[in-house]
């Protein structure tokens, strides 16, 4: 299996999310009936959040069982990423969680939309060259 680095920024984080979901069609972290987001599934999948953080502390984030944005889950995070925020960081498990944005491992133009807004409300600093080469094409809903 492919190593991905730990993000460190913003930007990195949702990169890394677009890469690892996107771009080399790995599962997401949802439920076996493609519902409910989990921070690590039965079969090892992980969220967006869950696959920045250790295996141990992804199945304990999923026992807590809540949004990141939760004090209790947020304050148990490693620092890299509570400096990125908590709101941030609810965007990306949004991005991850919401079906819209996703069809078979592809990202759809809802996705697309909201990454571009994620893009414009942290004035984050990714090249549109560079968001194209991971994005490529959208999949038509």
Not at 40 to 62: H, P, Q
Not at 67 to 89: A, E, Q, V
Not at 96 to 120: E, F, P, V, Y
């Amino acid at each position: 299996m492919k190593k991905y680095p730990l993000s460190k920024t913003r930007e990195e984080l949702l990169l890394n999310t677009i890469r690892y979901y996107h771009t080399d069609g790995n599962p997401r972290g949802v439920s076996n009936n493609g519902g409910e987001c989990s921070y690590i599934t039965l079969n090892g999948c992980r969220c967006a959040i869950g696959r920045e953080i250790s295996k141990n502390k992804a199945y304990i984030f999923e026992e807590l069982n809540g949004p990141i944005t939760n004090y209790h889950l947020f304050s148990k995070l490693p620092l890299r990423l509570r400096k990125l925020g908590s709101d941030y960081l609810g965007n990306i498990q949004s991005l991850h969680d919401n079906r819209r944005h996703w069809h078979n491992n592809k990202l759809t133009s809802a996705g697309i939309a909201r990454i571009s807004s994620i893009i414009r409300i942290y004035n984050l600093k990714i090249k549109p060259k560079e968001l194209s080469a991971l994005i490529n094409k959208p999949v038509n809903e």
